[in-house]
């Protein structure tokens, strides 16, 4: 979705004039092919980074359009969210020390923009997941104020014709549910791209979707989201669930999600590719084209296939074809979704070095990979190292089960080692970017292993935002220093800044996993809870988790002085002593407010609503940690 001029489908017309635009771009598609028109003999590679703008508490920054007007928009521009910015790279010819220019490039690109980041104080974060958003981060008030953006939300969201449901399981278990497409906005990748002649297009696209699992499973970088442990790479479940289109009514009819893998291997042509993406998803938005592509080609002339390239922007396909032009001669290029942002610049260059030297060597050792493989085997590879990383397990060539720690050093390393030496790449670069790769498989220490490793380190009693806070603030700190992850050491608590960072909103610090009653269990249950539990207040909700009210131990001695006991024959509703209309407040209320409230009303926990649901609570105890801190801090003055 490269251009800015876009309008969403507002008639039948549109929509019909936009498809023939499509259907025109197709077809000289095909005639070009036919023709051999497309740029040959040459191999480019090329990159795209996003990134994650963070204020100084960690939290999110929504300032890329601020600091968009201090960059040359040539190499930044904007992603969904105001917190992300993409970097484009200059495209490399794939020999001797492109690898090299890559990473310099990225560097300089990077603290270009850190630089202007910084006289805001905003920090750059490489990242797949930013750990520190919360859902209140993700409101249209913090999606780029762009029309494309705008108009491909209420597309989406007409077709899905209501909110859009998450459920992701992992260590803890996502179920939401959200207003809008922002959940994309949590996903950053390193997209990597690789171009390619159209005689030799499907068997290279076939090998990039080969070896997406293991390539994946050695970068994993994305575990955390809302606090929550999922997947290795929850990137892969996220992104699907957030443009996915499909109603619930589509349970028995076969459907695809706009962001997939694919399921079947390519046979002969990237317009299979093209074709089924047509017929299977609709048109969500269009662009104002002047052009008609086939008439361009019959006259002689390269087209730029608008039509095309801007639908082709709203499939997400994990391994993309992308159409484009060097110099006024058209090209194919292969591009790669699957990796994520970070952990570092170097270890996002070794990523790329390890996919290149795959796509060479296996290539050239396969002409049909497609004949070696069943391509079901390959994505429950490839959903398999999404969801367990390096821990994973597969299914390779001639049915042989592999860790994937073990393929990868035994096998594909090697492979990829062959893959670089024969496009002449540098022997010392050959050796950095894959020994970081040997590395971190040896130690099995990715990005996420690195994050997950750091949370259990900081033990089970500090508040869960404070932890975050001290991941992103050791992520970035790591990352200015330039070493790979595999030779980061965990991230500690302090390096979160303490507590005026944690204790900004109520969502940073209210508990969610609570226990509740209905109105009309009996009292009984209430005592128990309160016993078992040592808590001193139980919420009342009904069956829609909407709060009704709160019962407190001290209504639980009144009722006991008026002679009530668990040993009691005549049993008391929860309704007969439960406060009714408690006093809440909302995720995004002020810790400073929420303290002022329960001062004023005399009262030692607060419900947590959203939309009128019960979503959480504070009490006086979630504040006890920072009062020890802060009198520690003044009898040390």
């Not at 484009?88 to 923009?113: A, M």
């Not at 109603?247 to 028995?252: A, E």
């Not at 194919?332 to 990796?339: A, D, G, P, Q, S």
């Not at 269990?521 to 909700?541: C, S």
Request: a negative charge; one cysteine or more; proline letters at 4%.
């Amino acid at each position: 979705m490269g251009t800015q001029d876009v309008q969403q489908q507002q008639s039948g017309q549109a929509q019909r004039t936009f498809m023939r635009q499509l259907l025109n771009d197709l077809r000289a598609l095909e005639q070009m092919l036919a023709d051999g028109v497309f740029e040959t003999g040459v191999r480019r590679i090329g990159a795209e980074q996003e990134l994650f703008l963070v204020q100084k508490n960690w939290r999110p920054a929504p300032k890329a359009i601020d600091l968009l007007e201090k960059l040359d928009r040539a190499f930044y521009t904007t992603e969904l969210g105001l917190f992300n910015l993409e970097i484009n790279l200059t495209p490399h010819v794939f020999g001797t020390d492109c690898l090299h220019k890559v990473e310099d490039e990225l560097n300089e690109r990077i603290e270009l923009l850190r630089g202007v980041a910084e006289a805001q104080e905003v920090e750059i974060a490489l990242t797949g997941i930013l750990p520190t958003l919360l859902k209140s981060d993700l409101e249209l008030n913090n999606m780029t104020p762009l029309p494309r953006y705008r108009a491909l939300n209420r597309a989406l969201t007409k077709l899905r014709g209501g909110a859009y449901d998450f459920h992701i399981k992992g260590l803890d278990e996502l179920n939401t549910k959200h207003n809008s497409v922002m959940l994309e906005s949590c996903n950053a990748s390193f997209q990597v791209h690789f171009q390619v002649a159209p005689d030799e297009f499907a068997n290279l696209y076939n090998v990039a979707q080969f070896i997406a699992a293991p390539v994946l499973a050695a970068a994993v970088n994305s575990p955390l989201l809302f606090g929550l442990r999922l997947w290795r790479e929850t990137r892969i479940a996220l992104f699907q669930q957030a443009v996915d289109t499909r109603g619930t009514m589509h349970h028995v009819r076969e459907t695809r999600p706009r962001v997939f893998f694919g399921d079947r291997w390519v046979q002969s042509s990237v317009l299979e590719l093209y074709q089924e993406d047509v017929t299977r998803f609709r048109t969500l938005i269009a662009g104002e084209s002047n052009e008609n592509a086939l008439e361009l080609v019959k006259e002689g002339k390269i087209p730029e296939l608008q039509a095309l390239r801007l639908h082709n922007g709203t499939v997400y396909r994990w391994n993309r074809a992308c159409y484009g032009m060097t110099n006024g001669k058209p090209h194919l290029r292969i591009e790669n979704r699957v990796l994520p942002s970070g952990p570092s610049v170097i270890d996002e260059v070794a990523n790329a070095a390890f996919w290149f030297g795959l796509m060479s060597s296996l290539s050239h050792r396969y002409d049909d990979i497609s004949k070696a493989m069943d391509f079901g085997e390959t994505k429950m590879n490839f959903l398999a190292a999404a969801r367990l990383g390096i821990q994973s397990q597969f299914t390779w060539l001639g049915g042989r089960n592999w860790p994937a720690d073990k393929l990868i050093l035994d096998e594909l390393l090697p492979a990829a080692e062959e893959g670089l030496r024969r496009k002449g790449i540098d022997e010392g670069d050959i050796e950095r970017y894959l020994g970081v790769i040997e590395k971190r498989v040896e130690r099995q220490k990715t990005g996420s292993a690195w994050a997950l490793h750091s949370l259990a380190t900081m033990g089970g009693h500090r508040n869960a935002t404070e932890k975050m806070n001290a991941i992103v603030a050791a992520m970035i700190s790591r990352q200015k220093e330039g070493t790979p992850v595999a030779e980061w050491e965990p991230a500690k608590l302090e390096e979160s800044g303490g507590w005026k960072h944690t204790f900004l909103r109520v969502e940073q610090f209210m508990s969610t996993d609570f226990f509740s009653v209905n109105e009309d269990d009996p009292v009984d249950l209430v005592a128990n809870l309160m016993r078992w539990e040592r808590i001193r207040h139980v919420l009342v909700e009904d069956h829609r988790d909407r709060l009704v009210g709160v019962v407190s131990y001290r209504a639980l001695l009144r009722l006991m002085a008026e002679g009530w006991s668990a040993h009691s024959e005549n049993t008391v509703p929860v309704s007969q002593i439960m406060k009714r209309d408690p006093i809440c407040v909302t995720p995004e209320t002020s810790a400073l407010r929420a303290i002022e409230i329960m001062q004023e009303f005399k009262i030692g926990m607060l419900p947590v609503v959203k939309k009128d649901h019960l979503v959480g609570f504070i009490s006086e105890r979630d504040f006890m940690d920072v009062a020890a801190e802060l009198l520690a801090s003044k009898l040390k003055e």
